[in-house]
């Protein structure tokens, strides 16, 4: 069949009608654990577009389903979520509010337009021009709206992955219409320094738990040198959160101040890793490289204490009340760019764009962590992923964010395409 034919056995779809279905989107307020409004409207989009599956599951994720042919090829789920982090209305500019989906000089704005439900209505909407389609050409297709992922990442996608048990994950999250074929994974840790409580006008000869963080802060700025991965770089070490909590200082509200020396100080660091790494590498490689600084702080102080190392964790409750604790820690994945999937990644996108995509790589962290949990858990099935979607990480979470129209359309047509090759009888 050619590229002609391809294009010619899949359902019409309006393009006015994917921009309006986003533009929709981006009129609910999905913060974490809030997106029970835009899932059930979701169902009902899908419903009308006519998948033979809609509907939430355990943790309040949108499942969808269309079956190609006889749908005993490869089971391909394209996936994005639909919770986003919060805007303040008065900090965006008046044309551009973050819950209108305003349309302006070629680019849709609100927020989620980039991360990411500009990239949800299209993956939607490509999965439902292929309802229907003739030709050689079997297996399923499900489209996975999940929630709860700016807080944890791959968490609610791998109680979907659980059930569906793909052969292909496809992230939509933004990647300027390359193929990414990896992604940085990340960890959040915390070091709690310890001090000696003592008034401050003779706290120079105790142990000072704010001055043991400066040095530890120093060790990552100028000691510590990543390993370069040949996809993914180096690994990110930085700090973003420093704190006397509540019962480490004398001060009236428990915390620092009033004269004196505060015996606990805790460090947040977020730490982007590589693939190999695990939850147990990570603590080792900030204990071995704080190890100068316990060493330093064991020959001046008898009374020293080894710093704290552990993993941060969140709580948060579903739109279905399933609760979630877990520790901040989302593993890096790895796709060889010589897979049989990224190659038919490259062809499909080609077919229906005329353009060979660029291969890339995320920065941040996506659900596609999940992949590898799964894999953890499921050594014995096959999946493979990749990342595909409309623009850029640096719009992610930003004031006035927004996607561009034309690559709205181009990465439709990217995954009609990628579907169309995997789904392609050999």
Not at 184 to 198: K, L
């Given at each position: 069949m050619t590229q002609a034919e391809d294009h010619h056995s899949l359902r019409q779809i309006s393009f006015e009608d994917i921009v309006s279905t986003i533009q929709d989107c981006i009129t609910y307020q999905t913060l974490s654990g809030q997106e029970e409004k835009l899932v059930k409207h979701l169902i009902k989009v899908a419903s009308r577009l006519g998948f033979s599956t809609a509907r939430g599951d355990r943790m309040g994720n949108l499942i969808t389903?269309?079956?190609?042919?006889?749908?005993e090829g490869p089971s391909i789920v394209l996936?994005?979520?639909?919770?986003?982090?919060?805007?303040?209305?008065?900090?965006?500019?008046?044309?551009?509010?973050?819950?209108?989906?305003?349309?302006?000089?070629?680019h849709l704005y609100g927020r989620g337009a980039a991360d990411m439900k500009g990239s949800f209505g299209v993956m939607l909407h490509a999965a439902a021009s292929l309802i229907g389609l003739q030709g050689p050409f079997n297996g399923k297709v499900y489209v996975v709206g999940t929630v709860v992922e700016e807080l944890f990442e791959g968490v609610c996608f791998l109680e979907a992955l659980k059930e569906i048990r793909p052969d292909y994950v496809i992230i939509g999250e933004a990647t300027k219409g390359k193929?990414?074929?990896?992604?940085?994974?990340?960890?959040?840790?915390?070091?709690?320094?310890?001090?000696?409580?003592?008034?401050?006008?003779?706290?120079?000869?105790?142990i000072n738990a704010i001055e043991q963080s400066a040095y530890i802060i120093d060790a990552f700025h100028v000691w510590y040198k990543s390993v370069a991965d040949d996809i993914l770089g180096k690994r990110n070490i930085v700090p973003t959160d420093i704190k006397i909590p509540i019962g480490g200082g004398g001060g009236l509200d428990g915390r620092g101040g009033n004269s004196t020396v505060p015996n606990k100080v805790e460090i947040t660091y977020d730490i982007r890793t590589l693939a190999e790494d695990t939850e147990e590498s990570i603590i080792l490689l900030v204990r071995e490289n704080i190890d100068l600084v316990v060493q330093n702080g064991r020959s001046k102080y008898p009374q020293f204490k080894i710093p704290n190392i552990q993993y941060s964790s969140e709580r948060a409750i579903t739109w279905t009340g399933e609760p979630i604790v877990a520790k901040k820690f989302a593993p890096a994945w790895k796709t060889s760019p010589d897979s049989e999937f990224v190659k038919k990644a490259i062809l499909g996108v080609e077919k229906m764009s005329g353009k060979t995509p660029e291969i890339g790589h995320y920065a941040f962290c996506t659900d596609g962590s999940?992949?590898?949990r799964y894999r953890e858990l499921f050594p014995e099935r096959r999946i493979e992923i990749i990342g595909y979607g409309p623009g850029a990480e640096e719009n992610a979470h930003t004031i006035n964010e927004s996607v561009s129209i034309e690559e709205?359309?181009?990465?439709?047509?990217?995954?009609?395409?990628i579907l169309l090759e995997l789904l392609r009888k050999q």
């Open positions: 389903q269309i079956v190609v042919g006889t749908g996936s994005g979520h639909l919770d986003t982090v919060n805007a303040n209305p008065s900090e965006w500019n008046p044309q551009t509010r973050p819950f209108s989906g305003s349309i302006i000089d070629g193929i990414n074929i990896g992604q940085r994974g990340r960890a959040e840790i915390v070091i709690t320094s310890f001090g000696q409580p003592q008034h401050a006008s003779t706290g120079r000869n105790v999940a992949v590898v709205l359309k181009q990465t439709f047509a990217g995954f009609q395409g």
